[in-house]
């Protein structure tokens, strides 16, 4: 099924892990490392087409994953004539695709690389987010990277909300009228004053004081 340009429907996948790693296909009896993608069938759409690629090439099932977000438009780019059957020359350029992103729900047990019998991948891993294109068939790289460039804003910041979640407790805690110690630097160390005792977070302001009473005593 090709559109009137000769491109081909198919979807791309980048696959996460709970570190935003993501799952890296080394591709069977080569030296090249992909993502998971294939075609879309007629009368499927993308995110269906998705689903069962996922499971042809990884043998994961919808519930072990959550999608995160997905490419606005198709990405297109042309396959070079070496790589093109002799009978589809001419009229088959290359491939469109729609990108997702999904974040795994479920555990790297249940990947499973053989679960139709014309498996994709031979080996896999998970790599860093920005992967190494060099590894990539040349023709893909220019794809590979818009679509990891428009995707890396939706990924997951588990370490960024937990600092503000952090920060906004000490905010909480320092407001708080019943809080007794005072455990920001700014306002001295955590530790308890003997009874009767007041911490000066300002030395100097501390002795102008002690020098003012100190004049007016009688």
Known sequence: MLDRDGFRPNVGIILLNQK????WG????THSWQFPQGGIDRGETPEQAMFRELHEEVGLMPEHVRIVARTRDWLRYEVPDRYIRRDARGHYKGQKQIWYLLQL???DWNLNLRATNHPEFDAWRWNDYWVPLDVVVE????V?????????RFLPRHDHRNRYLRSGMRAR??????????????????????????????????????????????
């Open 144 to 152: 590979y990277e818009m679509a990891l460039t428009e995707l890396a």
């Open 139 to 142: 023709f893909k790289r220019g």
């Open 173 to 218: 805690d320092h407001d708080s009228a019943d809080h007794a110690h005072h455990h920001d630097v700014a306002h001295g160390p955590a530790f308890e004053l003997p009874p009767g005792a007041t911490f000066e977070p300002d030395p100097q302001a501390a002795v102008a004081r002690q020098q003012a009473k100190d004049k007016h005593a009688p």
């Open 105 to 107: 729900m479920g555990q």
């Open 26 to 29: 080394k591709r069977i009896r």
């Open 20 to 23: 935003n790693q993501v799952f």
